[in-house]
């Protein structure tokens, strides 16, 4: 039935026999038999036909919006059949490294055969959780990874600036020095103090960069973020200055369990060494 709904839909938009059938690779006899198959199941005549058009009856045009939407439902059904049969990686990655996500994403989906990713964001606890307990195929996270993965594919992001409250007495400074920030509570969004910054540090809950803004803007203490937040974010209670405090960065992996490698996992290895190196 499906073929003599397509027939009778490109009947009636080219209204057409002989262009109807050359768009769907068919002879003309033969889509002239395909519609008087519809029409002897429907019990009702689709189109007027003389040696000189073709035109809609009235019931035809009634019954062609019904066959379109059949036809998108069989289309959408096909290719959702199609989506949840090949393969698939569950990516965990926190925020501030969305861009490199969506190069993922288009790499693994432009390779033959594709793979899908079905993306997760989530800091770096929730990350960790998720692929012990194999909701994720994979997580990028902030260095050191937990001893039970296997991590590889490393990179850095650059910390260079300093995000302060709009009334700090450094947020119109032109750039901030380590030396200025001698008394400071320092916001670390993670596991680690920040490498040779004065100041009383002050741990955030995992590496929620957004939320230890809400900290910054409150005066709980200043945070060390990267330039990529700097560029992104407006936010009026904050201001984002130039940070001159040695090589601060911070560093993630690519980490999995080493109990669940499959080949679309290793596709996964190579899909983010190549969105690192190309762009």
């Given at each position: 039935m499906l073929r003599e709904l397509d027939c009778f839909a490109r009947v009636a938009d080219r209204l057409s026999f002989s262009n109807a059938a050359a768009d769907l690779g068919m002879s003309q006899p033969?889509?002239?038999?395909?519609?008087?198959?519809?029409?002897?199941?429907?019990?009702?005549?689709?189109?007027?036909?003389?040696?000189?058009?073709?035109?809609?009856?009235?019931?035809?045009?009634?019954?062609?919006?019904?066959?379109?939407?059949?036809?998108?439902?069989?289309?959408?059904?096909?290719?959702?059949a199609a989506r949840l049969a090949r393969p698939t990686i569950h990516l965990a990655y926190p925020p501030l490294v969305g861009t490199l996500a969506a190069r993922i994403v288009r790499r693994l989906a432009s390779r033959s055969p594709s793979i899908g990713v079905e993306l997760r964001v989530a800091g770096r606890a929730t990350a960790a959780q998720a692929l012990a307990a194999g909701?994720?195929?994979?997580?990028?996270?902030?260095?050191?990874?937990?001893?039970?993965?296997?991590?590889?594919?490393?990179?850095?992001?650059?910390?260079?600036?300093?995000?302060?409250?709009?009334?700090?007495?450094?947020?119109?400074?032109?750039?901030?020095?380590?030396?200025?920030?001698?008394?400071?509570?320092?916001?670390?969004?993670?596991?680690?103090?920040?490498?040779g910054l004065p100041g009383r540090s002050r741990m955030v809950p995992d590496d929620d960069f957004a939320a230890a803004l809400d900290l910054v803007a409150a005066g709980a203490g200043l945070l060390p973020i990267p330039h990529l937040l700097a560029r992104t974010i407006r936010r009026d209670d904050v201001r984002f200055v130039p940070l001159d405090a040695g090589d601060l960065r911070i560093t993630y992996a690519l980490a999995w369990s080493k109990e669940r490698v499959t080949p679309e996992l290793m596709a996964l290895v190579q899909a983010v060494q190549d969105a690192l190196w190309t762009r």
């Amino acid at each position: 039935m499906l073929r003599e709904l397509d027939c009778f839909a490109r009947v009636a938009d080219r209204l057409s026999f002989s262009n109807a059938a050359a768009d769907l690779g068919m002879s003309q006899p033969a889509m002239s038999q395909a519609i008087t198959r519809l029409e002897r199941a429907t019990g009702v005549r689709l189109f007027d036909r003389t040696a000189r058009e073709v035109r809609l009856t009235g019931a035809g045009k009634t019954l062609l919006p019904y066959a379109e939407q059949a036809l998108d439902a069989a289309r959408a059904f096909t290719a959702e059949a199609a989506r949840l049969a090949r393969p698939t990686i569950h990516l965990a990655y926190p925020p501030l490294v969305g861009t490199l996500a969506a190069r993922i994403v288009r790499r693994l989906a432009s390779r033959s055969p594709s793979i899908g990713v079905e993306l997760r964001v989530a800091g770096r606890a929730t990350a960790a959780q998720a692929l012990a307990a194999g909701e994720v195929s994979a997580a990028i996270l902030s260095t050191p990874a937990p001893a039970q993965f296997v991590t590889a594919v490393r990179f850095h992001v650059t910390v260079d600036h300093l995000a302060v409250p709009a009334g700090h007495r450094l947020a119109s400074s032109p750039k901030v020095t380590a030396d200025q920030l001698i008394g400071q509570v320092i916001l670390t969004p993670g596991t680690r103090p920040w490498p040779g910054l004065p100041g009383r540090s002050r741990m955030v809950p995992d590496d929620d960069f957004a939320a230890a803004l809400d900290l910054v803007a409150a005066g709980a203490g200043l945070l060390p973020i990267p330039h990529l937040l700097a560029r992104t974010i407006r936010r009026d209670d904050v201001r984002f200055v130039p940070l001159d405090a040695g090589d601060l960065r911070i560093t993630y992996a690519l980490a999995w369990s080493k109990e669940r490698v499959t080949p679309e996992l290793m596709a996964l290895v190579q899909a983010v060494q190549d969105a690192l190196w190309t762009r």
